[in-house]
């Protein structure tokens, strides 16, 4: 995968790039595997704002992306497609009884490849099969938490997680952020590293082009009145005034852990995140 650097015609070209799209093969999205996507622009129930800086943005339908569970048997990849809800590419799967469906793409992904989802099955980029079957130090994506839920877990373009050791009823995993984790044995997971890799690499260049993802611009807190946010007021340029920075509803914005400090999973993580 490439990345496209433009050339600097205007301010904004200067430092613009984008995913280079020529692998995709399709352009118009399969009707019945769309749905109208209703969003909130950030507001909750009441019109609310509850979450700031989003708005706006182009119009998208949401492609119905299969975790392949309902699907036994082998499928051919018959189109690769840009997906605006996400950041990895998808593949348009046709099976034998001719029901087509949406998959995460995995790098490497091309027209023609064949894919098997099942129990235990040959360990080929694409292939879906339960994590007992999968052999240790193999990458692997779009990796359920509980058995029959489906991929939950590194779905991101990129991403890929490694299979460390088989213990009892569990999988050790390694993740994207450098986490260890146990996952049940029965969960399935997809073989391979999730496409679009150069995703992390591309830079917007232009204020506009976030505007069409649907962000807000976002103020600095130290540029706002003292009854907007802790860091606002002041003559002049200022520094903060305080001990610690703080997010806009007082509390500590550096170095506070967020988690719940009982948390369900917390027996499962082997190791901690960096």
């Known amino acids: 995968m490439a990345i496209i650097v433009y050339k600097p015609t205007t ?64 499928g051919k990849v018959i189109a690769l497609e840009y997906d605006p809800n996400r950041t990895a590419f998808i593949c348009l799967v046709e099976f034998v009884d001719k029901k087509r469906a949406y998959i995460l793409a995995w790098e490497g992904a091309k027209v023609g490849d064949e894919i098997v989802s099942a129990d235990k099955t040959e360990i080929n980029l694409g292939n879906r099969m339960r994590l007992e079957n999968i052999a240790t130090g193999h990458a692997i994506h779009n990796i359920e938490i509980h058995p029959g839920q489906g991929g939950k877990m590194v779905m991101g373009a990129g991403a890929q997680a490694v299979i460390l050791a088989k213990e009892g009823p569990y999988v050790q995993i ?9 996952v049940n044995k029965k969960c399935f997971a997809s073989i391979g590293q999730v496409s679009n890799v150069t995703n992390s690499m591309v830079r917007i260049g232009k204020a506009g082009r ?4 649907g962000i807000r611009p976002s103020v600095r807190g130290k540029a706002m009145n003292p009854n907007s946010h802790p860091h606002g007021g002041g003559e002049g340029v ?17 170095g506070v852990k967020t988690r719940k400090r009982k948390k369900y999973s917390d027996k499962l993580i082997v190791k901690r995140r960096k």
Do not use: C
């Open 174 to 182: 390694k993740l994207p952020s450098g986490e260890v984790r146990k």
């Open 11 to 74: 301010h904004s070209r200067r430092k613009m790039s984008v995913t280079d799209y020529s692998v995709l093969t399709k352009k118009r999205p399969e009707k019945k595997l769309t749905v109208a996507l209703k969003r909130s622009h950030g507001r909750d129930n009441t019109g609310q704002i509850s979450v700031r800086h989003k708005g706006g943005g182009e119009k998208r339908k949401y492609r119905i992306i299969s975790n392949l569970n309902e699907f036994e048997g082998t």
């Open 238 to 254: 200022n520094p903060i005034g305080l001990k610690y920075p703080k997010t806009p509803w007082g509390k500590h914005a550096l």
């Open 210 to 213: 976030n505007r069409h993802k």
